[in-house]
């Protein structure tokens, strides 16, 4: 059993920046970790990812504006998040391999 606990979340004026973070407890051989969204209404959308390798892929309407990192010793995912959109605001999940965090809301409003 992983647990997962994210950190970062909230509301952000559009353009501005937002860090998530997600640390993973109860595994020291997590291969894939990244974070998803998802809007009322909507499916679950894929945003990034990261393996253990340093791999990693963008979403892209993210790309260039969103930055995945991963530490490997603390099982922890970050994702800094810049020039932000209202079209961004929704719930943010980490995953880590089949595992789920509980999510964050998001939300980019002035």
């Known amino acids: 059993q992983v647990h997962l606990e994210e950190s970062g979340g909230g509301l952000v004026q559009p353009g501005g920046s937002l860090t998530l973070s997600c640390a993973a407890s109860g595994s020291s051989s997590i291969n894939v970790m990244g974070w998803w969204r998802q809007t009322p209404g909507n499916q679950r959308e894929y945003v990034s990812h990261i393996t253990s390798g340093g791999s990693l892929n963008y979403e892209d309407s993210v790309k260039g504006r969103f930055t995945i990192s991963r530490d490997n010793a603390k099982n922890t995912v970050h994702l800094r998040m810049s020039s932000l959109k209202p079209e961004d605001t929704a719930v943010y999940y980490c995953?880590?391999?089949?595992?789920w965090g509980k999510g964050l809301p998001v939300t980019v409003s002035s």
């Open positions: 995953y880590a391999d089949a595992y």
